[in-house]
């Protein structure tokens, strides 16, 4: 598959380690060196300001989509490739997914996950056939990715729709596992016996 642009989830806090700030730093620079335009959520604060500024550093293409209503929450970055205002969540995740070609989740809180379960399970429907992973950095999303190992063992999710999610160390690695996914065709629905 080829990337034009990802779609990154991340929060609009730093996180309470250094090593998070490094992470969204490696990211942003990866994907502008890789001639990737970065889509997120048009803040400037936190891991998502992070990303965005360097991206921008690296002579990327940064777009981001911010509601109105998170405008001065977020502090709409200013110096972005492009900014563009909605009306809500609603429209600031589909604006964002018709815009990118993959998806990558930074650690995050509520939002991060949201976004991030919500274009899987749009995915998982059919509705779009896009690479979507986790930048696993120090063991954030261990117990997510075991709880997800938990529900497919229960038969709550198919495996090829856990599979759905790649996981990568670095942003090297995970970019090019999205680069090299491959749609899988599965029913939603499981047996129900």
């Known amino acids: 598959m080829s990337l034009k642009s ?3 989830f991340c929060g609009a806090s730093p996180g309470a380690r250094p090593i998070y700030r490094e992470a969204a730093e490696n990211l942003g620079r990866s994907l502008a060196e890789r001639g990737l335009t970065l889509i ?3 803040g400037a604060v936190g891991l998502m300001g992070v990303a965005a500024d360097a991206a921008l ?3 990327g293409e940064v777009i981001g989509i911010i509601p109105q209503s998170l405008e001065r929450a977020e502090i709409g970055h200013k110096g972005l ?3 563009e205002v909605v009306d809500g969540m609603h429209a600031r995740k589909a604006r964002m997914a018709e815009l990118a070609d993959a998806f990558i989740s930074l650690p995050g809180g509520l939002g991060t996950l949201e976004e991030m379960f919500e274009v899987w399970t749009w995915g998982q429907l059919g509705y779009h056939a896009k690479p979507l992973g986790l ?3 120090d063991g954030f999303y261990a117990r997510l990715t075991d709880f997800l190992d938990h529900l497919v063992a229960e038969r709550f999710v198919r495996e090829p729709h856990r599979a759905m999610l790649q996981v990568g160390e670095s942003p090297a690695e995970l970019l090019d596992r999205l680069e090299a996914w491959q749609p ?3 029913p939603k629905w499981v047996d129900r016996s």
């Open 184 to 186: 899988t065709v599965a």
């Open 81 to 83: 490739t492009r900014l």
């Open 135 to 137: 930048l696993e950095v």
């Open 57 to 59: 550093a690296a002579g």
């Open 6 to 8: 990802v779609c990154v």
């Open 40 to 42: 997120y959520g048009g």
